[in-house]
């Protein structure tokens, strides 16, 4: 938002000046394009044959493979976390000093703990206990990674939940003791739900991150997207080496794919859930339905944002009317104010991004 | 508890060579997203798009994805003969700048409105608005996610240890290998990441504490 405010409407010097910039970075970014394409094509890696791999139904089948069993132990290691830092959480806020202190400590151990110090530790000891273990025993990488995860991403979780839960205001609780309801009662029926509402962005860019960090299986050789195309690149030669560039580039791209899905579904439940709470608050006041967002955006990239530009928004449509029917006169003033306009367009649709969907810096890994 | 007394060089060593590489991976981190969150916020669209889609680039792609890059395909296509340990520099620094970035961003954003138009009724160009008005101001807010990301990056400096970089993992690997019991090793370790990351923490809070102001 304030990105716009850090310059003023570019006047014809600033316009042209800009202009300048823009070409000159253009062919900065193009250059950096073009070099690393010619560098790929130099090193024989755009060569037909190399990205000719992945018409080969095998080669298909290794990458599904992998990454029905990445989303496999993303989903167990997904479900299993949230279960855990409900669990965490709900004790972390307990009145019993034991299970409080317990629940601190656990959560204050393992998020301290790098994850893939934790998927080694349990990896080895699967391992080493592999016959008392049964099921776990025989599959132990992807035990490994499945509690490894869980138990991190819990502990976040149980942060996440807590934040929350301490987020509900003190007088629903107050509430809910005067209706007489008991403390798992208020707790059940009146905080958890509120606090998973509101955090409920966070929660799944948590879940970003567990999808990440599926990816440390290619450590511990659990047959992971990663290590699956891995060991697959090793087995191919293509003109005499193994095609680890384009492998590693379709891997990549697969994951930024499902995380930025992922993400964006956050983004999206927070506009959703921003837009119905500023529903309820309209429907309070009584005010018409445009009000919110003029207060959305006193800062207007367009126009630079002072006093009069949120006067101006706020009786818009009586404004924008006197200027219309305004004598000729007042179109040349309004065709100059449309050029600025223009020139400033294209930086108000790059500023104009989504919002910062940055989960909560203490959440991230 | 032998191993730890018994094999203390080693752990000496992979305790250094977390702390060097988090440092230096730190500072790669920092001088890159300040200048990304500059180009995200600069008036010229390309830069703008750039700053953009490193950020999207680095903040969706695992980590590990990137050291495979830094492994097999940097030396490869750019510049051979890197160490190791300059690769997982490299691997580190991008990815956590991008985090870096955003963290400064949005502290830019929490600056008052008030202050960037002062700056710059009184004349100020972008660059001077940015570096003497908004960014140390910024720098108040940032500081607490910093905080985070550096202990995220602490953690995240595990990784290069199973790309045969000396560090605190490598050596959890190396003693594991040999045959030591998993949860002596696992304890010291967690121990040596938990004194690094309160080290952080807590030299953090003592920089809030130092800049902090009365408002």
Redesign the interface.
Same mark, same amino acid.
């Given at each position: 938002?304030?990105?716009s405010?850090?310059?003023?409407a570019?006047g014809p010097k600033?316009r042209l000046r800009?202009r300048i910039?823009?070409v000159i970075?253009?062919l900065?970014?193009l250059g950096l394009i073009v070099f690393?394409i010619f560098?790929?094509h130099d090193?024989g890696?755009l060569e037909p044959e190399v990205w000719d791999i992945f018409n080969n139904a095998g080669v298909r089948n290794k990458i599904r493979d992998g990454l029905l069993s990445t989303l496999k132990v993303f989903a167990l290691a997904g479900v299993l976390s949230l279960a855990l830092g409900l669990l965490l959480s709900v004790g972390r806020l307990s009145d019993h000093r034991a299970i409080r202190w317990f629940a601190t400590g656990f959560i204050e151990?393992f998020r301290?703990?790098?994850?893939?110090?934790?998927i080694?530790?349990l990896w080895?000891?699967i391992l080493?206990y592999q016959k008392d273990l049964g099921v776990i025993g025989e599959n132990a990488s992807f035990w490994a990674l499945v509690i490894g995860l869980t138990v991190y991403n819990g502990c976040v979780q149980a942060e996440v939940f807590r934040a929350g839960v301490n987020a509900v205001p003190r007088g629903q609780v107050e509430a809910g003791y005067a209706l007489g309801l008991r403390k798992s009662q208020v707790m059940i029926t009146l905080q958890m739900p509120q606090a998973i509402r509101a955090m409920l962005p966070t929660v799944i860019s948590q879940l970003?991150v567990t999808l990440?960090?599926?990816?440390?299986g290619?450590?511990i050789t659990y047959d992971e997207l990663?290590f699956a195309a891995?060991t697959m690149a090793n087995n191919i030669i293509v003109n005499g080496e193994n095609p680890?560039?384009p492998v590693?580039?379709v891997?990549?791209a697969i994951?930024?794919v499902m995380?930025?899905a992922l993400?964006s579904l956050a983004t999206w439940i927070e506009r959703r859930g921003s837009r119905a709470k500023t529903g309820i608050r309209v429907a309070a006041a009584a005010e018409p339905a445009e009000a919110p967002q003029v207060l959305d955006k006193p800062?207007s990239p367009v126009v630079p944002?002072?006093a009069d530009s949120v006067t101006v928004a706020e009786d818009a449509a009586s404004t924008e009317r006197a200027v219309s029917t305004g004598d000729a006169s007042s179109t040349e003033g309004a065709t100059s104010t449309d050029g600025t306009a223009d020139g400033t367009a294209?930086?108000d649709g790059?500023?104009a991004?989504p919002p910062?969907d940055?989960p909560?810096?203490?959440l /991230? /890994? | 508890m032998n191993v730890l007394l018994d094999h203390l060089p080693e752990f000496r060593e992979g305790f250094i060579g977390t702390i060097l590489l988090t440092l230096a991976s730190g500072a790669l981190a920092m001088v890159l997203g300040i200048v990304i969150a500059g180009f995200r916020v600069s008036p010229v669209p390309p830069l703008r798009f750039f700053g953009a889609a490193w950020v999207t680039l680095f903040r969706n792609t695992p980590l590990t994805v990137l050291f495979l890059v830094a492994w097999f395909v940097v030396p490869v296509i750019f510049m051979p003969g890197l160490s190791p340990w300059t690769k997982a520099l490299l691997a580190l620094g991008f990815y956590t700048s991008a985090f870096v970035c955003e963290a400064i961003r949005s502290g830019i954003n929490t600056v008052p409105l008030g202050q960037a138009e002062a700056a710059r009724s009184i004349g100020m160009t972008f660059f001077q608005t940015l570096r003497l008005i908004v960014l140390p101001q910024a720098t108040r807010t940032v500081i607490p996610p910093l905080s985070s990301i550096f202990i995220a990056l602490t953690k995240n400096s595990a990784i290069a240890g199973a790309f045969s970089v000396t560090e605190l993992f490598g050596v959890q690997k190396l003693l594991s290998d040999k045959g030591f019991d998993i949860a002596w090793i696992f304890l010291w370790v967690a121990i040596g990441y938990l004194i690094i990351t309160f080290t952080i923490s807590g030299l953090f809070r003592l920089l809030e504490r130092r800049l902090g102001v009365a408002r």
């Open positions: 938002m304030s990105a405010v850090l310059y003023d570019p600033a800009n910039y823009t970075g253009s900065a970014v690393a560098r790929l090193k890696q151990l301290a703990v790098p994850l893939l110090i934790t080694y530790a080895v000891l080493t970003v990440k960090d599926t990816s440390l290619y450590i990663l891995r680890i560039t590693v580039i891997v990549g994951y930024i995380c930025l993400s800062v944002p002072t294209p930086t790059g500023a991004e910062e940055t909560p810096p203490d /991230k /890994k | -």
